[in-house]
């Protein structure tokens, strides 16, 4: 497949969006922002009910906002046939949960291409349809380009197209991951669906991305790989934490920050720290290992970036047990995978609350957005908090999981006020590493505790005293032991 020229339309189209989730709805929305008529489409009644009522069922921020200015630009609807008769292009964004076995269950699109089968064969235009689900490499050469054709009498390239056009969002920024992409992955059955797809989205979004126009198959592969090198760079990260904790005088942020200048490697997601949740990074890692194995062969270091991953709960847990006995309270602050978002979905936070409750640790816990969906996790087990000074009440340790921006205002005095004897404040993303403690004893994930009555200079990372404390940031200084002290 070349790559078609850029041309970015002023042509206003109608593009039918079916699945109206945390994904397919803000899409839809920002289609319909940037002039393009759009039909929404889900299976779900009372979705589309509280859409048409003129509610947003889905939290993810600016949605709410979007969706009122461009109300007069869309309909929904559950009727899929209505939808593709009246578009140009379907995009389907429908859920492909997870088998045991890692792959990605494609029932839900192969249902909406049934759905939409009729329609299509009935259609004299040429009409695009787009996945965006994200599925297993080989899929829509093998199932659903045989499933269209044999449903419709028509021929895929000729007659319809298809496309797999994946999306690189993160919950919580979904709108704006949406609109500023660093890569366009167009995957295309054809020169023409590629143009449309090239041109739809080229009239939306307000960056200037990279294009890579390739085929189906390329772009499957694309996909998953992208997502789990983003796992394989984490997990360094977090390996580089565990390391420098182990190493006096160390800093992980100093070195990723040194690392991340260098273009081979790059800033982003390279800051040691919790590991890698939500809905998509570890599912996407398990079936790139899958995919692996059904070409024949072997992915070597996908299965070491789950581990390391894993490690990571491991470690804070034995952190708490190092500092108090179960049967003590360990207070928990942030509980989704990322901050943001409700969603907990392999959230590392509550799988550490797992962990200690089932140890028998008294666990309370604060999250601004989470606490439903941590309480449904848990079955209720734990103490839910709606301000994050009542949930360290009595508290032997505090853990900060989540980086909510609002952890980084806490009252530090309020929150030793309320804390019980002795405690341990293990901050997993270093965000009060400025602050001065009275009570507090303070362990920043990725360096180490230091030695009592050593000084060390930190490369702009502060500077830690005799007593423990750190001080304001000594830039410049080299990350030596001072010689007096030495
Ligand atoms: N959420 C993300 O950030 C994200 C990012 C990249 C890729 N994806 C991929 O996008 C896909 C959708 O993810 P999501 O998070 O938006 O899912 P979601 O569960 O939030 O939403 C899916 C929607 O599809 C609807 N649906 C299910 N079957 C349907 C059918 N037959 N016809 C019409 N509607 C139907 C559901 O009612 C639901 O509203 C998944 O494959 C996911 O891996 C999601």
Redesign the pocket.
Known sequence: MENPPSSPTSRRLTVSS???????LCSAACFAGKGHRVIG????GT?IEALNAGRCPIDEPGLADLLDRCRGDMEFTTD?GYAVRNSDITMI????PSNPDGRFSNA?VE??LD?ISPSLRAKDAFHVVGV???VMPGTCERVFVPLLESRTGKKCGRDFGLLYN??????GS?IHDFLHPDLLLIGASDDRSAQTARDLYGSVIESDPSYAVMNLTNAEITKLSLNCYVTMKISFANELAAICEKIPGADVDVVTTAIGADTRVGRKYLKGGLGFGG??FPRDNLAFQRCAEDAGTWAHLSPRVVEVNREIVDRLAAMVEEHTLPGSTVALLGLSYKPGTHVVEESQPVMLAQRLLDAGYAVRMHDPKALAGASAALRGRGVYCDCPYDAVADASVVVILTPWPQYSQLDIGRLEDRAGPLPLLIDCWRICRNASFKKFEYRAFGTAAQPSGRITYDIGAGILHQDGRRRAPILGRPAVQHPALA
């Open positions: 079916i699945g109206l989730g945390k994904l397919g489409v889900d299976s779900d979705h899929h964004t429908v859920p492909t839900c249902a909406v759905r965006v689900s994200t994946p999306e690189f969002v993160a919950l979904v809905p998509c």
